[in-house]
């Protein structure tokens, strides 16, 4: 007997979800208002997208969010993953617990104690800050959401699969990339993909460890947003809203059809 | 086994990796905690002087003290900012919590399809931008901004809510509600319908039956919920320093001016490492509960 | 009400003496009138009439997806009937939610309290009724005691065994002291050895309270041993009720017949009927069967012959004159330990199953595969089946 959902239910889920969503659409009709203020309805127009393309530091900050977030997405997803690896199938091993700390605290750190401390890793060792110490630091913080994806799904991969491939003569590095690997692969792309998104979005670590010559895009807007709103804010979010919302959605139909197929 | 060394070797590149690039760094914030700043670049002292050798490394170890601590102590504007971050961090968790589980609990009682979507439109805004969500709230706080259109357009009076604590709060609950409404669903979507049958079995109403069952083995994701939330707000900057007013003090603020600011760094590590010490609790029993849940799943 | 606390002790003797069904004078506990529950397209119950008296032990059998945990969910309140009313102690529970009913529900899946100890799930229901704390706490000890788990009172249900938290669960359900035990498959999650041990135990202890039991299941043996009476139910119908001796010797359907135990059924065409014995002519057995029949059944009709394979003789040598006569030879055997049963291919091409008991040790001649055998069986031990 699974009761449907109360009206209190209902009402509850559809206040919450306008709550969480309001703001962004709001957000999204803005951007293509053609009065230079937020708040006065101008007409519609698309001139803040066409401003856009004509401002050099936007779209340089914009390559360099990109370059940043695939080669860290994919840095951490190749270490998150064994991460992940470890902890399910090893069981018991020295440092473990610690370990397991160092994965989970990340998670949950302010950024602003992230931030300054890699900062200070790389002072120490006299790197100069740019591109490359932004990346190694986006690559140190995701890759803990990788390993938590990523294990959520090792655990529940049947491990006689793995088993049987070793029976059938594999070397365990084999049976891993033959058999474990093909079937935890969407949860490997979700966790790039989130890595990737994270990367893409974070402001405060990119503040402390970029350099001159590297700014993203979260670093740009912030710097603009601080000056008050603007429609070319509205118009550049709106882009990166439709971009992973996109990107979500298309995840989330594809994986809804693979689960109609197997079942 | 002979699997289990390999797997072992397997694990040491992240481990190295989180080693460097996150356990190290700790050891750099407390060292630089117990420097003093300087007008140098890097601006701090001391600095450990290799070419003298170990001589240059006693010397280091010598002028470490608490001297910044001591600094923090006596300027009330740091401990103001340590207990209102306390403050806002506990006021909004109990928000999200009463505003999180009704559409947890409600998310949990659709048919599964549904729910599939639901998930999604609750997981959709967390992918999204923080920093734009946070600008979002901007442009309908600020005084001639969307609320006070629509205020004005019923005749009621206008709200000053940009740049005030106010602000805050929304802002907060706003950005962290999906990290309450996840966990919370988490748990209440596994819970066995049996069990509710069977309290109403032995004579539960509907709302007996929840307070006796649902909401007890609720529990852990109330805590889970809670402490994803708890924790990373205590540290927030982008929130407090974008919808929050030059009164608005909180750490992660604090943070961001001594260093960029003020180019204190030894303050900004102080305060930074003061936090953590406040966070390791709530962090140890984080990862604890993470580790209990997985276990379970096993 | 004098059948409370009936004694049965010798269960074969005195349990038929418990008889309150055919005693028009009394009232039934329990009443299902024409009850019809449909979930889209789909009819689980249909139609479905019953009577439950007190005291009585009652089950509910048939193959998964008859309809019988439905039928109990309804008595339970956790499904509303489409059609039909159902009554308890006279009273109409249409209306009344699951918490309003004083009949409690042992789960399949037992469904405790994960975050309750045992003492804790057994008070749950006595809390739940404002029972003052003193007399709940003796309640929960005389359970504990009642199904021996006086130890375990303060162990979490992840702490025990699958026995132990079947026991808990029957505790819980009955410490509220119901009018009526619904208990849902409660065996099931159970392995073979202790599932035995536990019908005798729960038939044991329904005796001690002389509270009504109805009971769901899909397992033949556990109804048989359990159950005062038995409903077999079939697709939403109830096909047959009866009491479990009446329901295995005189089944009304092929189909009663065939679910409940082993069965070889023998078409036939009717030749003679006088009203106590019948006759059929079958390819199977070239004599003729004979089997004893009260009714007049027409010439020339179909007719199925039900006989059980320990009901049937197999011999090595050629028995003398009579019906029920079939030559055969051995296709098969397998030695059960207490019984062999033996498959035979009859000469008509079809398979016989008989089973003998193996009385004892050393057998002097052996029964081997492809061996030449006859079979027999008494009129009396056929049952006369015309659907």
Not at chain 3, 216 to 221: G, L, Y
Request: net charge positive.
């Amino acid at each position: 007997m699974k009761r449907g959902p109360s009206a209190f239910n209902i009402a509850s889920v559809v206040a919450g979800l306008a709550f969480l969503h309001l703001p962004i659409v709001l957000l999204v009709v803005y951007s293509f208002n053609a009065s230079r203020l937020v708040t006065v309805w101008g007409g519609f127009s698309t001139k803040w997208y066409g401003a856009l393309l004509r401002d050099d530091q936007l779209l340089a900050a914009i390559w360099v969010t990109l370059r940043v977030g695939l080669i860290s997405a994919s840095l951490a997803t190749v270490l998150g993953t064994l991460a992940a690896v470890a902890l399910v199938r090893s069981g018991r091993f020295k440092g473990r617990l610690l370990f397991s700390g160092m994965i989970y605290a990340p998670l949950v750190m302010p950024e602003v104690i992230l931030g300054l401390s890699l900062l200070l890793l790389f002072v120490a060792f006299g790197l100069p800050r740019g591109f490359w110490t932004v990346t190694v630091s986006h690559a140190t913080v995701t890759l803990c959401y990788v390993t938590v994806v990523v294990q959520a799904r090792l655990i529940s991969f049947d491990k006689a699969l793995e088993e049987a491939a070793r029976d059938l003569g594999c070397t365990p590095l084999k049976a891993f990339f033959a058999v474990t690997l093909p079937n935890i692969a969407p949860a490997v792309a979700a966790a790039w993909m989130l890595a990737f998104t994270l990367s893409l979005d974070d402001l405060v670590i990119a503040s402390f460890t970029s350099g001159p010559g590297a700014t993203t895009l979260p670093m740009r807007i912030y710097s603009q947003v601080r000056l008050g709103v603007s429609p070319e804010i509205n118009a550049v979010s709106t882009l990166l809203v439709g971009l992973v919302a996109t990107g979500v959605i298309a995840a989330y139909l594809f994986q809804n059809r693979r689960r109609g197929r197997d079942a | 086994m002979k699997g289990r060394p390999r797997t072992g070797l397997a694990a040491l590149a992240p481990f190295l990796w989180l080693g460097v690039f996150f356990l190290f760094p700790f050891l750099l914030v407390a060292k630089l905690s117990l420097s003093d700043t300087a007008l140098a670049m890097p601006p701090y002292a001391p600095r450990v002087d290799w070419s003298a050798g170990w001589a240059g490394v006693r010397a280091f170890f010598a002028a470490l003290d608490f001297e910044t601590y001591a600094r923090l102590t006596r300027d009330s504007l740091y401990i103001a900012s340590y207990l209102s971050s306390l403050m806002f961090a506990a006021v909004a968790t109990g928000i999200l919590l009463v505003i999180g589980y009704p559409i947890a609990y409600g998310m949990s009682r659709f048919a599964a399809s549904t729910r599939q979507a639901l998930l999604m439109a609750v997981i959709l805004p967390f992918w999204t931008s923080f920093l734009i969500r946070v600008y979002a709230w901007i442009a309908v706080l600020k005084p001639e901004g969307l609320l006070n259109t629509f205020l004005s357009q019923f005749g009621l009076p206008e709200l000053n809510l940009l740049n005030t604590d106010t602000a805050v709060y929304i802002g907060l609950v706003y950005a962290y509600l999906p990290f309450m409404v996840l966990p919370l669903y988490a748990v209440l979507e596994k819970q066995d319908q049996s069990l509710l049958e069977a309290a109403a079995d032995l004579g539960c109403t509907r709302t007996q039956a929840f307070w006796r069952v649902t909401f007890p083995l609720s529990l852990p994701g109330v805590g889970a919920g809670a402490l994803l939330c708890f924790i990373p707000m205590v540290g927030e900057f982008v929130i407090p320093d974008l919808l929050g007013g030059s009164g608005t003090l909180m750490l992660g603020k604090t943070i961001w001016t001594e260093f960029f600011a003020n180019r204190d760094w030894p303050a900004a590590s102080a305060v930074a490492i003061a936090m953590l010490a406040t966070l390791v609790i709530p962090i140890v029993l984080y990862q604890r509960q993470q580790t209990k849940m997985i276990e379970a799943g096993r | 009400m004098s059948t409370s606390r009936r004694p049965r002790l010798n269960i074969g003797a005195v349990r038929s003496s418990f008889a309150p069904w055919a005693d028009p004078s009394l009232e039934p506990l329990v009443r299902f009138e024409g009850v019809t529950k449909r979930f889209g397209n789909e009819t689980a119950v249909n139609d479905v009439s019953l009577s439950i008296y007190e005291s009585e032990f009652f089950a509910l059998l048939g193959p998964s997806g008859c309809g019988k945990t439905t039928l109990m969910r309804l008595l339970a309140g956790f499904e509303t009937p489409d059609a039909g009313r159902i009554t308890l102690a006279g009273e109409d529970l249409a209306g009344r939610s699951p918490h309003q009913r004083p009949v409690n529900m042992m789960f399949q899946s037992y469904a405790l309290f994960p975050h309750l100890s045992v003492e804790q799930n057994i008070a749950f229901g006595l809390k739940q009724q404002g029972t003052p704390k003193g007399q709940i706490a003796d309640r929960v000890t005389e359970m504990l005691a009642l199904v021996r788990l006086e130890g375990l009172a303060r162990r979490k249900p992840h702490q025990l065994s699958g026995g132990q938290r079947q026991r808990v669960a029957l505790a819980r359900a009955i410490a509220p002291n119901p009018k009526m035990l619904l208990l849902d498959e409660p065996l099931a999650a159970l392995d073979k050895k202790l599932r035995e041990e536990t019908q005798f135990e729960l038939i044991a202890l329904q005796q001690r309270l002389g509270m009504t039991f109805l009971i769901v299941t899909h397992d033949q043996e556990e109804a048989m041993v359990t159950a005062d009476r038995i409903a077999v139910m079939r697709e939403g119908h109830i096909v047959q009720i009866g009491r479990p001796a009446e329901v295995y010797e005189t089944p009304n359907s092929r189909y009663v017949a065939d679910f409940i135990g082993d069965v070889n059924l023998f078409e036939g065409a009717v030749t003679a009927a006088d009203g106590k014995r019948v006759t059929l002519a079958t390819p199977d057995c070239p004599v003729g069967f004979e089997a004893l029949e009260d009714d007049r059944l027409a010439v020339g009709s179909t007719a199925w012959l039900g006989v059980r394979p320990e009901k049937i003789q197999l011999h090595l040598d050629p028995p003398k004159e009579g019906p029920n006569r079939m030559a055969g030879k051995v296709a098969d055997y397998g030695y059960l330990g207490d019984w062999t049963t033996y498959v035979v291919e009859l000469e008509s091409g079809r398979t016989v199953r008989a089973a003998r008991a193996n009385a004892s040790r050393l057998v002097a001649r052996p029964i081997a595969c492809d061996d030449l055998c006859w079979l027999t069986f008494a009129p009396d031990a056929a049952v006369v089946l015309t659907r």
